[in-house]
């Protein structure tokens, strides 16, 4: 029986991990980030793999620091045939991926060698992409650089958000691996370099970078609330009111306001101006302090203000 060591953090984790234990391979311990405080109240809470993992009464090892930590040893003198990663959010010292008798092999989340880096199914929307994937790759010291072994595409459909593609990823990942892996095991496979010059990063979000642009234009607005949805959510400022834009819709119209400006406000509808004359309909947000709502009833209440041709947004 092939032994592993598997590595992953999120919920997109937990299917890949949940496929290997359902096709017998022997996962001597799992490896994921610590428990976090979530949430306004803070509260701690375990990563979905770990939560996955106790479920299926695995080890665990959850390292604040991973390279020269005592799990990173333990990991070592298990000597696994396979080290499988999946959005663990470390980096592997040189000396774990050594430890292998067989292959260290990360499942990511896009087309490499576009979009290496901690975000890549956010960039893909955001930059309105029609596509994104998963690439099975070689695991080496430079962040996501590694051969590839296999990929496989998908498309990113126009109310797809980052959750619905990992959820849509996780699974892609999950088969690509199980049917890549005895490929691995036997030597039957061909790893690609990548091609360097072709290289695209996606850097987790920063959250100045959470700022939407309404000089951009309806479709890259509506993007950027899309790859940021549901976390950390994309915001802007409404009269000067920070005010997170859950939900919004393209629209087919134009107009000469300028952008940020109110085209059309009724008691169920708020279109707003954004670059190059498109406008885009907002459907739900949350003002500062206040629950997330639809568009029907921030209009009757805080949005009342509001004035056709009034520009809120600058």
């Given at each position: ?172 990942g999950r088969d690509l691996l199980l049917s890549t892996l005895p490929k691995v095991i036997s030597g039957d496979v061909s790893p690609v370099p990548q091609d360097e010059d072709k290289v695209v990063f996606s850097p987790n979000i920063k959250p100045e970078e959470e700022q939407l642009d309404f000089d951009q234009t309806a479709f890259m607005v509506n993007a950027k609330v ?89």
């Amino acid at each position: 029986m092939t032994t592993v060591v598997f590595m992953g953090t999120p919920q997109f984790a937990v299917p890949i991990l949940q496929g290997l234990l359902d096709q017998k391979y022997d996962i001597l311990c799992v490896v994921t980030q610590p428990d976090r405080p979530v949430g306004r109240k803070h509260q701690i809470s375990q990563s979905p793999v770990k939560q996955a993992a106790t479920a299926n009464h695995l080890p665990v090892f959850q390292p604040e620091k991973l390279s020269g930590s005592p799990e990173m040893q333990r990991v070592i003198d298990l000597h696994p045939d396979l080290i499988v990663t999946a959005a663990y959010g470390q980096f592997l010292p040189t000396k774990m991926l050594n430890a292998v008798k067989i292959a260290s092999v990360n499942v990511h989340g896009s087309l490499l060698p576009k979009y290496r880096g901690g975000a890549p199914v956010q960039y893909a929307i955001m930059n309105g992409d029609q596509q994104t994937g998963i690439s099975l790759i070689y695991m080496v010291k430079k962040m996501d650089a590694g051969d590839i072994l296999a990929q496989r595409a998908i498309p990113i459909h126009s109310d797809d958000d980052t959750e619905t593609m990992f959820d849509k990823l996780s699974i892609v990942g999950r088969d690509l691996l199980l049917s890549t892996l005895p490929k691995v095991i036997s030597g039957d496979v061909s790893p690609v370099p990548q091609d360097e010059d072709k290289v695209v990063f996606s850097p987790n979000i920063k959250p100045e970078e959470e700022q939407l642009d309404f000089d951009q234009t309806a479709f890259m607005v509506n993007a950027k609330v899309r790859a940021l949805r549901p976390d950390p959510v994309a915001y802007t400022m409404i009269n000067g009111k920070r005010t997170k834009i859950w939900r919004a819709a393209v629209i087919d119209q134009t107009t000469d306001l300028t952008p940020g400006s109110v085209v059309e406000k009724t008691k169920h509808q708020l279109l707003l101006s954004a670059g190059e004359g498109t406008v885009l309909s907002i459907q739900e947000l949350q003002p500062a302090g206040k629950p997330k709502q639809q568009i029907t009833d921030y209009l009757n209440g805080i949005g009342q203000s509001l004035k056709v041709g009034q520009q809120v947004i600058k």
